[in-house]
């Protein structure tokens, strides 16, 4: 195991240079980048990024424009040089890869384009709150999803099945969206009740409190959109629990053990639970990046909670390249880390499993 965790940290830097290579050239081809963004805002239009490519794009057309970008008719040449020069973009492609690789190896991202921050503060800035979102979502899931997972597996059939069938359905059929919208009406002061509060991950005199009224304060504000996401996220791996542990429980291992004298708690925790669990926690790392950044970027929005995802979003819509790369780069060293972690617990979980053959 030793040689296959050596092998596995070896690769990490291969995989995000590939990572970052691919996504540096794809991102310089396409259209629409920050000095494009910036002529837009000069000549009067208040759109987003997207909107400002569309709308440049038809000018360009409609004119003849001696620029490599699009939008600058009309723009003075002096300022069209001066913002390449403030991005960069003064310099060859292959200057800007290899400085920003050499940059990234020594986790210096550089400066936000727009925010007057580097990209590392603006990442430990949000940090907190994607993992506050993401590891207590993953946790609240797994602890419903395997104990509900197991019993429907037991009870594969009953009325306990069928009811608790429907209420997965229900909870992985409705948007999360629309749950969180929900929960606002009803419980953040939208309509009915105002029992937690709307917006933000702590109150405005958090730090005026005590240990225990920050703790108190902390899980008031998160609880609604851990909540959300729980309901969005639990159903498929209630589903996959109990397809797994029903599949084991019809092989003849089992028959031998219950012929055996072994009841059901020994059949299920001693003999079934190690085999069964493998495929939920190849799952886990997954569910985690997913809680992380991509599955909160909505509930980070409608709850006002400045995360990793939201800064991501923005990230692309502003085409702010230090703080796409910087994230990006953050997201995928997370995911290697964690599924290294995962094949670690593979064989924590069933010892027989050695990747070092791998």
Known sequence: MRNYILKRILLIPLTLF???????????????????????KYRGMNVDATSALTSTAQMHSAQNNSSSYQGAQGVPD??????KKQFGFDEPI???????????????????YYKDKSVATLIWERMPVSISLGLWSTLIIYLISIPLGI????????????WTSFVVVLGASIPVFLFAVFLIVFFA???????????GLTSANFDSLSLGGK???????ITLPVLTMVIGGFASLTMLTKNSFIDELSKPYVLTARAKGANQHQVLY???????MLIVIAGFPSLLIKMLFTGSLLIEVIFSLNGLGLLGYEAIMTRDYPVIFGTLYIF??????????SDLTYSLVDPRINFDAI
């Open 18 to 40: 590939g990572i970052l290579c691919v996504n540096f050239f794809i991102i310089q081809m396409a259209p629409g980048g920050p000095v494009e963004y910036m002529l837009a």
């Open 78 to 83: 002096y300022l069209v040089e001066e913002l």
């Open 94 to 112: 292959y200057v800007r890869f290899a400085k920003m690789v050499r940059d990234y190896a020594l986790f210096d991202f550089g400066k936000s």
């Open 151 to 162: 019993k429907k597996a037991v009870c594969d059939g009953s009325k306990f099945d069928v």
């Open 189 to 199: 002061g939208g309509t009915y009740f105002q029992w937690f509060p709307l917006r």
């Open 215 to 221: 703790i108190l304060d902390y899980f008031w504000h």
């Open 270 to 276: 001693h003999h079934v639970f190690r085999n069964a």
């Open 332 to 341: 995928a060293l997370i995911g290697l880390v964690l599924k290294l972690i």
